[in-house]
């Protein structure tokens, strides 16, 4: 691993190092996340991008310590100098919703479909800041008009399936803030949104961000959202990340083959066949030697097949990239 | 050209608390023509997937009709309702709630093929790796379970099971949000290939505009359950009408840095569909209303050859 990535700064938040997040299913073992490392800073903004299936959600729930039962995770991740990994559950019970929250991919499936969505909220509440119900479904209510949910004193009271896919998006998110925690992460929490309550939500993390000092995992697949609310991203491909950089940098000078070819692969002009990246990615078990994305990249040499490319600095000491031509793109 | 979809007045009210109904779809009338791409947007909760379950027949309308093919789907049974399930198929907005957890892959994909007798039992395996194949996906996504997969992996899945009957007219409820961009232009491009071949039709709802501007052939703009704006693509992003159409396009993020816009923000509080503003729905937020806005309900009217707006300001 590279230099940079070992010392640890004061102003770190959170810092992931060598993520492994490894199956075991019958006789094969795969690794899904493999050798993730990242940092975040005071209420810093690190863009998580990449290829549907990567690892970004397995990334995050590592860091909630929320794996699937069947999951093995090895590595450090420490959070304000403290390693999550040697803590056990009922310590983690108390991080988890009051420290470190995350606004989970998938509405429908972490909601519980027998509460309603102000009692779920309230809940959080209750648990972390010891408020009575009624004070606590008083708060949710006043939760629900920030994230923008018309009607609140009648949404508090409905069950999920009363809901439209973007309220529960944002029952997600009122309940993910509840705490004010002071590291969120945020799994695609504005795919089910409209674009104009999106940058109302957005404008709210982000004024979260300055008045609580929250820092914030934004895992996005609408670079325009990146564009626009990250400082630095980080892009990850079969479970590794491949490039990482300031975000001005990743738009106007890419430098890992994958990072071009999403950028290529935006919608432009009408009428105009899209550029998607030739090809699909190997299944985990079935990765090449050398660079994982070989498969599909036009740049390839045969060198590129030897051994993988480490992720190393480029043109300065911010600049990441996995791929040994990364010079010459 | 021939119509395939046809919706004349529909309407969904729920039953709210205290009696008070919500109208989640009120009076929308639209049609699809056979191999178009008919695009769907609008505020959240503005009545998009009810919409979309209304077409499906998943829920009953409080009124209206529904034309498929030829076939009212309200009356549709035997022959004629077999014939609409495979014709129509739905990809829905949250795929991990419609795929069943306990299925492999290949049963899930496999059961569609066998009950509609588009496949023998010993072809099962191929047909269903050529899908997948399709939607970007490889071979050993076969045996696995559900939960085994990514949140993007599984929306293809349902997009490969909605197309492994051969239907005429696919309703996607955001059918891409959940996956990357270089899968979104694969897709893309597949769906435009099949709609090309076998002059596949779309019901498209999204809420990625470029997208929409890409793919689709005629938009819809719902607000608070109605239509407020329908055109043809082109126009649409060329020149949009309603004031709520303008400020929709001008929040669209965009994947470039160092550049500077204008976006309008709209004031006022989002308004809920159980409290309908008076008047124009919109006015409350609207950046141009002006004296009549909160008095006068403006209706769906012609501004343009082909275009239609529900606006004070082109009455
Ligand atoms: N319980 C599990 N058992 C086996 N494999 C799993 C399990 N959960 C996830 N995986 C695999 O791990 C990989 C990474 O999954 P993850 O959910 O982190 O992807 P992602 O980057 O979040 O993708 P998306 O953008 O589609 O949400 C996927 O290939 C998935 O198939
Ligand atoms: N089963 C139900 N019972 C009561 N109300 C419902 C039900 N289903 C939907 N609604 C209400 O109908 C309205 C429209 O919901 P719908 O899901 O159609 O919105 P949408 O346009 O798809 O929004 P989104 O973009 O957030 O998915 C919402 O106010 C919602 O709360
Ligand atoms: S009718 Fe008035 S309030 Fe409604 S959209 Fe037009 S200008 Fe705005
Ligand atoms: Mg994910
Ligand atoms: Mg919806």
């Known amino acids: 691993m590279s230099e940079h990535m070992n010392t640890w700064k004061s102003e770190n938040l959170l810092l992931t190092k060598d993520l492994k997040v490894i199956f075991k ?150 309940m993910a803030i509840a705490c004010n925690p002071s590291f969120l992460i945020a799994d695609e929490p504005t795919t089910a949104l409209d674009v104009t309550i999106q940058a109302q939500i957005l404008e709210l993390l982000s004024s979260l961000k300055q008045e609580h000092k929250m820092s914030l995992l934004l895992i996005t697949q609408d670079l325009g959202i990146i564009a626009e609310w990250a400082k630095r991203v980080a892009i990850m491909y079969a479970g590794r990340i491949v490039e990482e950089a300031d975000v001005r940098e990743i738009f106007i000078n890419p430098r890992h083959p994958y990072t071009i070819g999403l950028l290529e692969s935006l919608p432009k002009r009408r009428g105009r066949k899209l550029s998607p990246i030739p090809g699909q990615v190997p299944g985990l078990s079935e990765l090449p030697q050398g660079c994982k994305f070989s498969t599909r990249c036009r740049y390839i040499i045969k060198e590129c097949l030897n051994k993988e490319p480490e992720l190393i600095p480029i043109d300065n000491a911010h600049h990441l990239s996995r791929c040994i031509r990364a010079k010459e793109l | 050209m021939k119509e395939i979809l046809s919706v004349q007045s529909l309407k969904k009210y729920f039953s709210a608390k205290g009696g008070d109904s919500l109208k989640a779809v009120d009076d929308v009338s639209f049609s699809v023509r056979e191999g178009d791409v008919f695009g769907l947007v609008g505020e959240s909760g503005c009545g998009k997937s009810t919409l ?35 014709g129509l198929q739905i990809i829905f907005q949250d795929p991990f709630a419609s795929l069943n957890p306990r299925k492999r892959i290949i049963d899930a994909i496999g059961e569609a093929l066998i009950v509609n007798k588009l496949a023998q039992r010993a072809e099962v395996k191929d047909k269903v790796a050529e899908l997948l194949a399709k939607v970007g996906l490889n071979g050993s996504t076969l045996y696995k379970y559900p939960h085994e997969l990514s949140g993007g992996q599984r929306q293809r899945i349902c997009i490969a099971r909605a197309l492994s009957v051969n239907p005429k007219l696919i309703v996607a409820d955001e059918p891409l949000s959940a996956l990357d961009v270089s899968i979104q232009a694969q897709i893309i491009n597949l769906l435009e290939d099949l709609h090309r071949a076998s002059n596949l039709s779309f019901v498209f709802i999204s809420h990625n505009l470029q997208v929409i501007e890409h793919f689709t052939d005629m938009v819809a703009v719902m607000y608070l359950g109605k239509i407020v704006e329908m055109s043809p693509t082109e126009a649409f992003f060329r020149e949009p009408l309603h004031p709520y159409t303008e400020a929709l396009l001008s929040a669209v993020p965009v994947p470039e840095v160092d550049r500077q816009r204008k976006r309008i923000i709209l004031e006022g509080d989002v308004p809920s569909p159980l409290h309908i503003p008076s008047g124009c729905p919109f006015h409350p937020r609207c950046p141009k209303r002006f004296e009549p806005c909160d008095k006068i309900v403006p209706v769906l009217k012609e501004a343009r050859k082909g275009r239609v707006v529900s606006c004070l300001l082109w009455e």
């Not at chain 1, 420290?99 to 009692?119: K, R």
């Not at chain 1, 309230?122 to 708060?139: C, F, G, I, N, R």
């Not at chain 1, 439209?164 to 944002?170: H, I």
């Open chain 1, 25 to 174: 299913t019958n006789a094969v073992s795969i690794t899904a996340v493999d050798g993730v490392s990242f940092r975040i800073g005071e209420e810093d903004v690190l863009g998580l991008v990449g290829e549907s299936g990567c690892g970004k959600t397995l990334s995050a729930l590592s860091i909630m310590r929320l794996l699937p039962p069947n999951a093995s995770l090895s590595g450090k991740i420490l959070y304000k100098g403290e390693d999550l990994l040697t803590k056990n559950e009922s310590e983690l019970r108390k991080i988890r919703g009051r420290d470190i929250a995350m606004i989970f991919q998938e509405p429908m499936t972490s909601l519980n479909p027998v509460f309603t969505v102000g009692y779920q909220i309230a809940e959080v509440l209750m648990t972390h800041k010891a408020m009575s119900k009624k004070d606590a479904m008083k708060e949710a209510a006043g939760l629900l008009k920030a994230v923008k949910i018309p009607s609140p004193e009648v949404r508090v009271k409905e069950y999920p399936h009363q809901l439209s896919g973007g309220m529960r998006q944002r029952i997600m998110i009122a």
């Open chain 2, 52 to 86: 979309a379950r209304l077409i499906l027949r998943l829920i009953i309308p409080t009124d209206g009709r529904i034309v498929f093919d030829g076939m009212s789907v309200a009356d549709a049974h035997g022959e004629t309702l077999s014939k609409i399930r495979r």
